[in-house]
């Protein structure tokens, strides 16, 4: 049933989805639109705040990029790469690979959210190269792991609030993770969604007829081949000492961060990545020949990120994801609250793309409506945290990376992206409303 429901979400999708760099065009139009009309800002007033803000993700995009490369560098070292195809000789079966990718990204994603956006495409690669599956829905089944990891132990949202000195704090205090991350209602969450969101891709595995297979040998990485030490430069370039004695102190470093209580954040996950591949390529040279073919992906990135940007600062400035938010709380109630936190925080998701900056606009409206309506405080966050990564499903923003890695394109997964939206939407409400 679901296979025949995901068919005709495919087709629309591969028809009507424009690349993601169209979208972002359009939804910046729309977004300056809406500005102007909805919030009453004059047209120069807005392009200010548009332009002003464009620049606002660079760190941040190039902490994505880094992700992409890093990762990808990582994977092409003969020891990750062997590891890879092991495990992926594990599934004998179609429907082996679909579960076990979505496994993979969850578990990975819910640990830190730039660790599973990464590994979860690089298991599809390498799962692609051993079962013939459909490699459309098989990186979608990658990257819809990353729907939990708001819930997890990266979630940008819970971690705020617990933090002493966080700027909501005069509202609601400091808000331990055992009444958001490790509440009964969060854990019974990402439960179910252990359990349905595998199921769910593996009952669209689509027939034979319709699947879109992979040639294994263009996944293939490209190989440098040993060149002679004839200049003293090429025995530079070719040392295995040099590259060992940097990653080795590389790695030295982590280990005294995470030995004095350090924890996961994308810095580190790129940190680690870049050290790990630095160290097994052994070679300076080597490395740098999978950083060329890493970059060729990463051009989505470099161009999108700072329209989102823009994007971003027109919805917070403008008052525009102000006046979403303030909408639905206007009748919501006290049962309902969360559930509706939820749904808004998911449509300001599309235009706003980023948990801590989503939580700064919304954490003044929901939080002073949940301690007036006697809601849940803790429930109407995670609300919020939740309906920002359900919209990941289908924002193109977050796929960015795995796609790159995988060498699709949007419209090639965002099909069965969308059924899984649906399916789990249904199931966040209800827990969230009833649990």
């Known amino acids: 049933m679901l296979n025949a429901a995901a068919k005709p979400l495919v087709k629309l999708v591969d028809r009507y989805l424009p690349d993601p760099f169209i979208f972002v ?38 902490q994505m990029l880094l992700v992409l490369v890093t990762g990808f560098m990582l994977a092409s070292t003969p020891l990750v790469t062997g590891v890879l195809n092991r495990l992926a000789r594990l599934a004998k079966t179609a429907g082996q690979a679909i579960i076990m990718v979505t496994v993979v990204s969850l578990i990975a994603s819910w640990l830190n959210w730039g660790f599973g956006l990464v590994v979860g495409a690089l298991f599809a690669k390498a799962l692609a190269h051993n079962v013939k599956v459909d490699y459309r829905l098989l990186v979608a089944s990658a990257y819809s792991g990353f729907i939990v990891w708001h819930g997890g132990l990266a979630g940008s949202v819970p971690l705020i609030i617990a933090t002493p000195g966080h700027f909501t704090e005069s509202v609601i205090g400091v808000i331990s993770t055992s009444n958001t991350i490790f509440a009964g ?23 034979a007829a319709d699947s879109v297979y992979v040639d294994p040998a263009k996944l293939q990485q490209d190989i440098l081949p040993d060149s002679k030490n004839t200049r003293p430069a090429d025995r530079l370039e070719n040392s295995m000492l040099l590259g060992v004695l940097v990653g080795v102190a590389g790695i030295g470093y982590l280990i005294q961060y995470f030995a004095a209580g350090g924890g996961l954040n994308l810095n580190i996950v790129n940190y680690l990545f870049l050290f790990l ?134 419209k090639d997964i965002m099909g069965f992206c969308l059924l899984q939206l649906i399916i789990s939407g249904v199931i966040i409400s209800l827990v969230l409303s009833f649990a």
């Open 277 to 410: 591949a630095i160290l097994l390529h052994g070679s300076p040279r080597r490395l740098l020949h999978s950083l060329q073919q890493a970059i060729q992906g990463g051009a989505g990135i470099i161009i999108q990120f700072p329209f989102y940007a823009g994007i971003m600062a027109m919805m917070v400035q403008s008052g525009l994801a102000q006046s979403m938010s303030q909408w639905f709380v206007s009748f919501a109630t006290a049962e309902t609250l969360a559930f509706w936190s939820f749904i808004s925080a998911g449509i300001v998701n599309i235009f706003v793309p980023s948990g801590g900056g989503q939580w700064a606009v919304q954490a003044p409206i929901m939080l002073p409506a949940a301690i007036e309506l006697g809601a849940d405080v803790s429930r109407v966050a995670m609300a919020v945290a939740w309906g920002d990564a359900w919209t990941n499903l289908i924002q193109p923003f977050w796929a960015l990376p795995v796609l790159a890695i995988a060498g699709l394109k949007a």
């Open 185 to 207: 209602f969060n854990l019974l969450l990402l439960a179910i969604l252990f359990v349905a969101i595998p199921l769910v891709n593996y009952l669209m595995l689509p027939k």
């Open 25 to 62: 065009l359009l939804l910046s139009i729309v977004v300056f639109a809406a500005a102007v009309i909805v919030e009453q800002h004059a047209p120069l007033q807005v392009l200010q705040i548009w332009g002003d803000g464009f620049w606002g993700l660079l760190s941040f995009s190039m």
